[in-house]
């Protein structure tokens, strides 16, 4: 079963001051606003949010639909979107595992991986024993998942009262959280290394491809921040 003090410890952290609740809550009411402008009813909204919570994964299948995609379309799209998280579920898993936690357990709370909850665990493990991680984890993702679809649902009841500029300065305050969440966690020569040398060469890619400016930016910047600080390490 699962541990209620670190299970509530964990639902806690939505109170902490470096809590992602309202940047992740804004973020969500603009995909409320969305999902109800494109043509969802309530019901399918909040489902939408309670599968997938993550925001990009929330906008790609929103994007895709307003432009006409099929259902494979918005499959292909959304799975590459979500593909992110694999690293950041591999980089995560280990910090939890232990003999003495049911394999269930990491099998259901996998759903809960997103940046706002993996930075608020990567930031809080050390402090939590190894045997019980995974039931903070799980009261972590809880909080963060219920803040989700509540945001939803208000955001779709909003939907009238919020303008175009109103949604997409919503949809960018989690983005803009997670950006200071990282500068706040730049200990390490890979990860200074890979913010700056990302943020230089997204916007310079812009200029060759701006569909792909970002995954380049990205991808090229953390390869060569790895790269450079196995070679300072050895």
Same mark, same amino acid.
């Given at each position: 079963m699962i541990n209620?003090?670190? &299970? &509530?410890? /964990?639902? /806690?952290?939505v109170k902490s001051f470096d809590s992602p609740a309202i940047a992740l809550g804004c973020c969500m009411v603009a995909i409320g606003a969305l999902l109800k402008n494109i043509g969802f009813n309530l019901q399918e909204s909040a489902f939408s949010t309670f599968l997938t919570y993550a925001l990009p994964g929330s906008l790609v299948m929103a994007e895709t639909m307003i432009i006409g995609g099929s259902l494979l379309n918005i499959f292909f799209a959304v799975?590459?979107?979500?593909?992110r998280l694999y690293p950041m579920t591999v980089s995560l898993v280990p910090l939890m595992m232990h003999k003495n936690q049911p394999k269930w357990k990491y099998y259901v709370s996998c759903h809960f991986v997103a940046v706002s909850a993996w930075l608020i665990m990567k930031n809080n493990y050390k402090f939590i024993t190894r045997e019980h991680r995974i039931d903070y984890w799980i009261g972590v993702g809880t909080a963060t998942w219920t803040i989700s679809i509540v945001a939803t649902i208000i955001g779709y009841f909003s939907a009238d009262y919020l303008n175009k500029d109103i949604i997409i300065g919503l949809a960018i305050v989690n983005p803009v959280y997670f950006m200071c969440m990282m500068i706040g966690s730049m200990?390490? &020569?890979q990860i200074n290394f890979s913010i700056i040398l990302g943020t230089i060469l997204g916007p310079a890619?812009?200029?060759?491809?701006p569909e792909w400016c970002i995954l380049f930016g990205g991808l090229i910047? /953390?390869?060569?921040?790895? &790269?450079? /600080?196995e070679k300072n390490v050895k």
């Open positions: 209620s003090k670190y &299970f &509530f410890k /964990g639902l /806690g952290c799975w590459l979107v979500n593909s200990k390490t &020569f890619f812009y200029f060759v491809s910047a /953390g390869t060569i921040a790895f &790269f450079l /600080g």
